[in-house]
């Protein structure tokens, strides 16, 4: 026995065991050298190859990463994280989408922490996504600054991405479609996309969720008042929050919005929307929230709907990205700006007109 175990071992009988002991050195390189490998890895720009496995591992720091690419607008990061998608695609799909919106101030975020614990409570990995195109991260919009979620963010079984930054809403949206795709490859089976109840941001979620949950508070008489028929139309439930400050006057904007959707036709998913009431802070309502959402996923998958409305929203993602694709190659086409200016000069002068001067100028680039 080497000298200096011996010392510790013979001390051992005699010393207290509240003395601290010397501890078994550790050849110092090794663990240095591991240090210094995973610090490199991190530093790295990790492969597709990695990327995809680390996903499909549930790694976390490989999904933000890969979301990173996807958010970015450099060409050679976009062709990364297209590869990317494309191999994570068929781990995809598999999740509850659910959106969630309404008016600042109705509740979003903390209907979601209080939700989002319930379920990862119940074993769900849940995702939090949002779609506000006027977000821009460094100025802390209101979607993008997600510390309210306190408890969410510090979640194991909870991941939390704040919204593209300002962007083009089309591009904000397209964005968001490919982190779903990237969240539910890396194990999360409920996905939530909060968007700002304003403006077209709804008519983006609503094209990537299964289930969109319209928020609304109990403003005495004038429940409906604000309240888009759009919105109205697209909501596959309504929920009263902040019902337990006045449960009688929810109940009351309960039943106007039950008598408003009386008036409409049943929609295509043939699912009945329910108006209840609901409170972030007393959890009250959550859970029936939650059933309610598993009950329309089950009613919808038996009468086909759920597929229909996915395949729909795949076909309209072709769509968009043709659209998007030929307006890029189109505008980037070299000097195409002066030919616009030119064209446009050309117009106001009367030498063209404005459907020659157009097709002109689409010829030349698309040809
Ligand atoms: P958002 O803008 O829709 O995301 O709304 P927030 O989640 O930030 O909530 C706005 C305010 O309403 C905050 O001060 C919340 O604490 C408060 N709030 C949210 N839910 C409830 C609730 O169920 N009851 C009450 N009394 N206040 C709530």
Same mark, same amino acid.
């Given at each position: ?52 496995? #680390?996903? $499909?591992? =549930? ?7 890969? /979301?990173? &690419?996807? +958010?970015?607008?450099?060409? @050679? ?89 300002? #962007?083009? $809403?089309? =591009? ?7 982190? /779903?795709? &990237?969240? +539910?490859?890396?194990?999360? @089976? ?178």
């Amino acid at each position: 026995m080497p000298t200096d175990d011996h010392h510790l071992y013979s001390n051992f009988e005699y010393e207290s065991a509240l003395n601290v002991m010397d501890g078994v050195k550790q050849p110092q390189q090794v663990s240095n050298s591991y240090v210094e490998r995973v610090k490199a890895a991190r530093r790295k720009e990790p492969t597709v190859e990695e990327l995809v496995s #680390g996903i $499909l591992h =549930g790694d976390r720091t490989m999904l933000s990463r890969a /979301i990173t &690419l996807v +958010e970015s607008s450099l060409h @050679d990061h976009q062709a990364k994280a297209q590869q990317v998608i494309e191999r994570c695609l068929p781990y995809s799909g598999k999740s509850v989408r659910l959106g969630i919106t309404g008016v600042p101030g109705v509740g979003k975020s903390t209907t979601i922490e209080s939700l989002g614990c319930m379920l990862t409570a119940h074993n769900h990995k849940v995702a939090v996504l949002a779609i506000d195109p006027s977000s821009e991260r460094s100025k802390g919009s209101i979607l993008g600054d997600k510390t309210r979620m306190e408890r969410l963010s510090v979640d194991p079984n909870a991941f939390i991405r704040p919204s593209p930054s300002a #962007g083009s $809403l089309g =591009g904000v949206a397209r964005k968001t479609r490919e982190i /779903i795709l &990237l969240c +539910e490859a890396a194990g999360f @089976d409920v996905i939530i996309v909060e968007t700002v109840g304003v403006g077209q941001s709804e008519v983006a979620a609503h094209s990537m969720v299964d289930f969109f949950l319209l928020l609304q508070l109990a403003n005495a008489g004038d429940e409906l008042q604000g309240m888009k028929r759009g919105i109205m139309e697209m909501s596959d439930m309504i929920a009263i929050n902040k019902a337990e400050i006045d449960m009688q006057r929810a109940e009351l904007a309960a039943g106007h919005i039950r008598n408003a959707l009386h008036l409409f036709p049943l929609p295509d998913s043939q699912w009945p929307v329910k108006v209840l009431l609901c409170s972030a802070y007393t959890e009250l309502g959550l859970q029936e929230i939650w059933n309610n959402v598993m009950e329309y996923v089950a009613f919808t998958k038996a009468n086909g709907y759920f597929y229909e409305k996915r395949r729909q929203q795949n076909l309209r993602i072709l769509n968009e990205t043709i659209e998007r694709t030929l307006m890029d190659r189109f505008y980037n086409q070299e000097g195409m700006e002066e030919r616009i200016k030119k064209a446009s000069e050309d117009i106001l002068d009367n030498k063209v007109s404005a459907y020659t001067a157009a097709e002109q100028l689409l010829g030349e680039a698309l040809l």
